[in-house]
């Protein structure tokens, strides 16, 4: 896992807009991992330097251990 560095944190006014790609329902922004949460696609999708990857391609499934 790579550091997050300062200044790559997303703009909480796009957070308040921003929806999954799969299912358009919301998402939570995991600050440890640099990630937005799809619970409902059982996504992760990065964010990096501070610009969310709203792209199935690039997220991470969710593993059945996560909460």
Known sequence: MTPKSAGTEVDPRLLEI???PVTKTD???DRDRNELISRAAGLAFPVR???PIMLV????????DEP
């Not at 391609?57 to 059945?64: P, Q, T």
């Open 27 to 29: 998402l939570e922004y």
């Open 49 to 51: 330097d501070g610009v």
């Open 57 to 64: 391609d690039e997220a991470r499934v969710l593993g059945d």
């Open 18 to 20: 921003l929806v999954c």
